[in-house]
């Protein structure tokens, strides 16, 4: 039974397992996105969400909080000034995890692990919907008749 294994251990002692996440968190919060595998991705997920709701208030008792895990004083400034003030309306699911495949070397699964927010490809803002036209009738032809005017008027200034 697995009662109470809920950690993925990631085949490290505990030590270098958390310094690795809080070097991976770091690196996430700097770049917003970086590649690793699949296990150290989720592993980085449940390490580094909790550490975003913290930073929605800006306490410095929730500082000191995220300083004792990330240990890094850019990472936690760069995470209550500009990540915080992004995912001020968000209750959570602060980051987002894409299967790329495997590798090369040894075949491990990899995976891309990014900030929602700082994607501009899936924007979640609906662009504003253009009317719609018809093609039929006079359309074509008011598109056709300027050309030729502004050719005209090009020939009588020279």
């Known amino acids: 039974m697995r009662h109470g294994k809920k950690v993925n251990h990631l085949g490290r002692k505990t030590a270098h397992r958390k310094a690795m996440l809080a070097n991976m968190a770091c690196s996430l919060i700097e770049h917003k996105r970086i590649n690793t595998t699949v296990a150290k991705a989720k592993a980085l997920k449940q390490f580094v969400e909790p550490l975003v709701t913290k ?18 004083k850019y990472a936690v400034t760069e995470l209550f000034r500009d990540v915080a003030v992004k995912v001020a309306d968000r209750p959570g699911g602060y980051t987002r995890i894409i ?7 040894d075949n491990a ?3 891309l692990i990014e900030l929602v927010d700082y994607n501009e490809t899936y924007n979640t803002e609906k662009k504003a919907k ?18 030729p005017v502004e050719t ?3 020939n009588e200034e020279e």
């Open 130 to 147: 253009s009317t719609r036209r018809s093609r039929r009738g006079r359309g074509g032809k008011k598109a056709a008749t300027p050309a």
């Open 99 to 105: 299967k790329l495949g495997n590798r090369l070397g």
């Open 55 to 72: 930073s929605k208030e800006d306490t410095t008792h929730n500082r000191r909080l995220v300083f004792s895990k990330l240990r890094n």
């Open 152 to 154: 005209q008027a090009s």
């Open 109 to 111: 699964q990899m995976a």
